[in-house]
């Protein structure tokens, strides 16, 4: 066991979580409520040596408009005290389960980490994130089976906590667990759905800041900041991040904010990451202030996601304008290509579910915005294949494609292979005015 004690598991050592949720944990440092994470890097990356080279220790710099005014400050965070790389310390890992101070656990391995994976014996460390969290959960019920362990999965996906409950369940069930396990499980262990909003561009090359002679981890974000946690009223107790400084709620339905902050921020950012680099732009803020661009993400939202939300519309009006003010928020340089990381899941996450929906209602045609974006995607995928940065599955495909085709014909096979979709009208529409661009 280290030496500081530990009491939150953080999945995730990327620049998300360290602006998002370490503040809120700073704060409650602030207030006395002291808590401390241990940082898990479960992908590759030197993040973690980096850290551990500055003591835990780094700065996040809020900048930008805030209640009509420029804001720009510097928050300092300690609340970091140890780390560990999986699989390498996976003994580290398991031991942390027999310590009844950590009591909760918080991820964010992205839609590509939160997938079904069958894995081998028990005794073999998962390759997964969920069967991870299984196996560390035996653990737990075998040492410590009246410790309470709250999971918060920040993924961007709709109920991610009840899909990891379920992932769990499924690995204990193949793994042979005794019934006991399952009973305590219910008991014991509190899976909350969630829903966190905010940009993060990362390390402000652009901005004048002395901190960044010193801190190679300092990290910028909007002063935007929501997290929407989904459970009962009478849990509030297991969540000391309600007290943050930050808006957290505990709601007992969040899957509205959930769906319209994955359609309309994330859908956004995914489809004009992909087509932005295409047309030459860096970074969000360059795309938006062409005012064309804007427009067809305006047409976009308007005629191929919010008529499919099944929401109030001068509310979705209202928050898509507020989307499109934080993208052209000044102070933010946030890259195209950082959004780029994991495109296809996040693609298949955000915008594919409403190609089937949009085509119930127009004759089995795909939404020209979307199928536009999915074509920039795959036309990045194959005009740059040393800047994808995705999965190992996603790079077999890529393998894969057969090299005696035209171009056209590869985006076909990327089309039906990567996103089981089937070649539409509407996509060979999106096709001919890409190339004629």
């Known amino acids: 066991m280290p030496n500081q004690d530990i009491h939150i598991l953080q999945f995730g050592t990327g620049n998300f979580l360290r602006a998002f949720f370490e503040p809120m944990v700073q704060d409650l440092q602030n207030k006395n409520i002291p808590l401390n994470i241990c940082m898990i890097q479960s992908t590759g990356g030197n993040t973690l040596e980096k850290l551990k080279t500055q003591n835990f220790e780094y700065h996040v710099c809020v900048a930008g408009i805030k209640n009509g005014k420029k804001v720009q400050d510097i928050q300092k965070i300690t609340c970091v005290k140890d780390g ?3 699989p390498n310390d996976q003994e580290k890992f398991l031991d942390f389960a027999s310590d009844p101070k950590v009591k909760w656990i918080i ?7 939160m997938v079904w994976k069958e894995e081998g014996a028990l005794e073999e460390f998962a390759e997964s994130f969920a ?3 299984a196996q560390w959960l035996i653990q737990r019920f075998e040492r410590l089976p009246e410790a309470e362990t709250v999971i918060l999965p920040c993924e961007l996906i709709p109920k991610n906590g009840d899909l990891l409950k379920d992932f769990v369940v499924k690995h204990a069930q193949n793994w042979n667990q005794p019934s006991e396990f399952f009973t305590w499980l219910g008991q014991k262990v509190f899976f909350f759905n969630n829903l966190v909003d905010r940009i993060v ?5 652009h901005l004048e800041l002395k901190e960044k002679e010193n801190d190679a981890l300092l990290v910028q974000t909007e002063p935007y900041s929501f997290w929407a946690i989904e459970g009962e009223k009478s849990l509030r107790h297991l969540l000391p991040f309600l007290e943050a400084d930050t808006e957290v709620i505990l709601e007992e339905n969040i899957q509205a904010y959930s769906l319209r902050k994955i359609r309309i921020l994330n859908g956004c950012h995914t489809y004009l990451s992909a087509k932005g680099l295409m047309l030459g732009y860096q970074t969000v803020g360059e795309f938006v202030a062409d005012q064309e661009n804007l427009s067809r993400l305006d047409k976009m939202v308007d005629e191929e996601i919010i008529p499919f939300l099944g929401m109030d519309v001068s509310e979705l009006q209202t928050y898509k304008k507020d989307i499109f003010a934080r993208f052209a928020n000044p102070f933010v340089d946030h890259r195209l290509e950082d959004i780029m990381l994991n495109a ?3 693609f298949k996450n955000r915008l594919l579910p409403l190609i089937p929906q949009f085509g119930k209602v127009n004759k089995g045609l795909y ?3 979307i199928s536009k974006g999915l ?5 990045f995928y194959l005009k740059n294949p040393k800047r994808v940065k995705d999965t190992a599955e996603v ?3 890529l393998d894969q494609i057969p090299t005696d085709i035209s171009t056209k014909e590869k985006i076909q096979w990327l089309t039906n292979n990567l996103f089981e979709l089937e070649w539409n009208p509407v996509l060979e529409k999106a096709l001919k005015e890409i190339s004629a661009e």
Do not use: D, Q, W
């Open 131 to 133: 069967g991870r969290i």
């Open 201 to 205: 561009p990362g390390f402000p090359h």
């Open 344 to 346: 296809t899941a996040k």
């Open 375 to 379: 074509i920039y995607l795959i036309l």
């Open 107 to 113: 991820s964010n391995v992205t839609e590509a980490g």
């Open 367 to 369: 939404p020209e915005e």
């Open 395 to 397: 790079r077999t495909v």
């Open 84 to 86: 560990l790389a999986l």
